[in-house]
């Protein structure tokens, strides 16, 4: 009996022992997810922060500028700095915190900046007006940069960490933060700069500032806690957190994060009518059973369980064992790339564990505004193109150029050599909007 008590003790020791360093390797990994998303995230706030540096000192040389030829590349800089400088706060946890204002002025200052630079400023100088503007815009510009350097500051000075934002904002604490204050400055200045409302021909509507109506009664929290169980069939077991958009969002939604055994989703559902405009779902995937042509019937059927009837694919990839699958709508033959729709397949069984629509409904209720008529004919359009480029498909498709217009253009797709690209040519005119090589499948390494 002895000897087998400590068999029992020894297996047990080894028992707590195994289960400390399993727990320890668990935690130890939690901590390089984390110390890895907050580097990224004082990244994107620093580059942020060097960016708007930047862009006041561009502006303020332009303002000293005399020749034309040398604006020109000032201006395409400018352009450049704006692009990089969204890019940065989109990496930033704001989901929840209103900075629309700001990444307004941000498009703003880029879009003039490219409407100036490609114009001509031999023939066509900055007028008086512009002038005027621009010093507007270095005062605004430098506002921002003041406000940006205060919360760098802070940032360094007090070790605050960008998780314990993200954290706060998903849970819903209190939000005394000086991150959030800091950014909440920012947007509260932005929203004061009215320099584009009446200048270079920049109106509300053409910077897409409108409201989005959604068809149904308003949703309550507890509402669209059911709607979610019902939608992803959840157990009453399952963690579910729903948080609420904040003032400024185009449309008012709710945001919910669930935990099962088995996956863990993340859905965006419309305050009105509680609309699933897209979702996300991780889990465990077995090695692909179906083609990618099944995967695309499976995605096909749920656009046509959710009514979207007026869309055609046109694009499916494969990455292992995840189908991507993109359709836009499509009306009189013209395809509209600005309403998009992107599903996610699961290549093990066949579940969709993706779907983004919000672009599609954004954009619903404009749809009948548009009229579009080409000028060139399909066979003039082949003329504007690389004379290398082995044309295998043309048709009209209208997309949203440099400056976020949307124009017609004719979709050609050909080959060079074993690569294949997709060219848009303008109906009306003959530019070459935009040139893209069409992804392949992921090769899977073993």
């Known amino acids: 009996m002895g000897a087998l008590r400590w068999i029992v003790y020894i297996v047990l020791l080894v028992g707590v022992i195994g289960a400390l360093i399993w ?29 708007v540096d930047t862009l006041n000192e561009k502006i303020d040389t332009v303002l000293a500028m005399n020749a034309p030829d040398n604006v020109s590349p000032q201006m395409t800089d400018i352009w450049k700095i704006t692009s990089e400088a969204k890019a940065d706060v989109s990496q930033l946890p704001l989901t929840l915190v209103p900075f629309n204002k700001t990444e307004e002025f941000l498009n703003n200052i880029g879009e003039f900046a490219y409407r100036t630079s490609i114009r001509g400023l031999d023939d066509d100088p900055l007028s008086d007006d512009e002038i005027e503007m ?169 656009l046509d369980d959710l009514d979207f009837d007026d869309v055609e694919m046109v694009e499916s990839i494969q990455y292992d064992k995840v189908g991507v699958y993109e359709f836009v709508h499509e009306h009189d033959d013209i395809l509209f790339y600005p309403d998009g729709i992107q599903v996610k397949v699961a290549l093990d069984n066949g579940d969709i564990i993706g779907l983004t629509a919000k672009d599609y409904v954004f954009n619903e209720q404009t749809r009948a505004d548009r009229e579009f008529e080409p000028t060139l004919e399909e066979v003039e359009a082949e003329e504007h193109v690389n004379q290398s480029l082995d044309v295998r498909e043309q048709r009209l498709a209208v997309i949203e150029n440099d400056l976020g217009e949307e124009v017609l253009t004719y979709e050609l797709l050909g080959t060079i050599d074993a690569t294949t690209y997709r060219v848009f040519i303008n109906a009306e005119d003959g530019f070459e909007e935009r040139v893209e090589r069409l992804k392949q499948s992921e090769e899977v390494y073993s």
Do not use: C
Not at 23 to 29: A, L, N, S
Not at 34 to 50: G, I, M, P, T, W
Not at 150 to 167: A, N, P
């Open 23 to 51: 727990g320890y390797q668990e935690q130890q990994e939690k901590n390089a997810v984390l110390v890895k998303a907050e580097n990224n995230y004082q990244r994107a706030f620093h580059d942020l922060s060097y960016r």
């Open 134 to 302: 621009l010093g507007q815009l270095s005062d605004q510009s430098n506002e921002i940069r003041r406000d940006l350097r205060t919360i760098q500051h802070e940032v360094l000075s007090d070790g605050v960490r960008w998780m314990d934002v993200e954290v706060m904002l998903a849970t819903n604490e209190p939000r005394e933060d000086s991150i959030i204050n800091g950014l909440q400055t920012v947007e509260s200045n932005a929203e004061s700069y009215d320099t584009f409302d009446e200048e270079v021909g920049l109106s509300a509507a053409e910077r897409g500032d409108r409201e989005i109506e959604i068809e149904g009664e308003e949703q309550t929290e507890e509402e669209v806690r059911e709607i979610i169980h019902d939608y992803f069939e959840l157990g009453d077991e399952s963690e579910l957190v729903i948080t609420e958009t904040g003032e400024g969002s185009v449309i008012p939604m709710y945001n919910a994060s669930f935990d099962t055994e088995e996956l863990h989703g993340y859905a965006e559902i419309t305050r009105e009518g509680g609309h699933v405009l897209s979702y996300l779902l991780s889990r465990d995937l077995d090695d692909a059973n179906i083609s990618l042509h099944d995967g695309m019937n499976e995605a096909e059927q749920l």
